[in-house]
């Protein structure tokens, strides 16, 4: 009997067929056949919409998902920060590979780091969780709006419209971009997005041969660490609008977890952290988001409604 082909759904950006790619290499290496498919999904297809108002939460990794339950590929590769914490019937995240760097990076022509932006610095960034910790740190900063790719993102930088912007900086590595990154930066004044850095491999709950074919990526502290801040983030209701950051990280099998909830202008800063075994990551994130929620965390989230 022929061997069976492993058909792996990506999105089409430089980075999601990066990220296919590399798990695809993963798959040979250990004697699976793989063929990519590549999936056009709503968040790539409004490139000029605000997120928000084309309906947020799994912009990136809905039709992925509806692939897979459809039968069209058999396995997805997601940014685990972008996949929603709300478990999807039928699919079963079957590997957390080995993390890239988790931090978020300041990219810019001029500045070498936040510290650094001279007052009144136009700062480019979507993201309110990035956005209300610059506002905490440098309320003087002014934020701009900025969507599309990395590419897209890094020629407006060059182009000129603002003096700096911030990035995961596991994107610009796995791009080859490193040498953009002017700050990683660090975690007491930037927590990053639950996830980030991290992938996410999905496929159907009851395909298991692809569950078999996917477990040896698995990395156990890679999941522990994101098990932990993603149940945090599920626990305080935050989805992916909300100024939510998070790190966890794992040494010598014991799990660290830090998080913050900021408000929009960044006067408002709740944060909360736990530590214990990696085996009891999702407690712990649950102990950080019911302390998070007895600060006020509610109200937070609620405002951005
Ligand atoms: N929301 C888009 C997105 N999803 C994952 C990454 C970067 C890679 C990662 O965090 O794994 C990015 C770009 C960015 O935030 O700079």
Redesign the pocket.
Known sequence: MAKRVLRLGTRGSK?ARWQADWTAARLTEIGHLVEIVEITTTGDANQSTDLGAIGGVGL?TKEIQRALLDDTVDLAVH????LPTTPVPGLTLAAVPER?VVA?ALVSNTARSIDELPAGARVGTG?LRRRSQLLKLRPDLQLCDVRGN?DT?LRKLDAGDFDAM???A???T?LGLDERIAQQIPFDQML??P?????GIECRADDGEAFSALAPLNVAEARAAVTAERTMLAHVEGGCLAAIGAHATVDDDQLHLVARILSADGTECLAAKSTGAMDDAEMIGRQVGTELLAQGAKRLVEERR
């Open positions: 980075l990136f940014s685990l920060k972008d890239e978020d993201s990395v993102r911030v990035l995961a596991a994107g610009l796995r990053p997005a996830g980030q850095g991290a992938l």
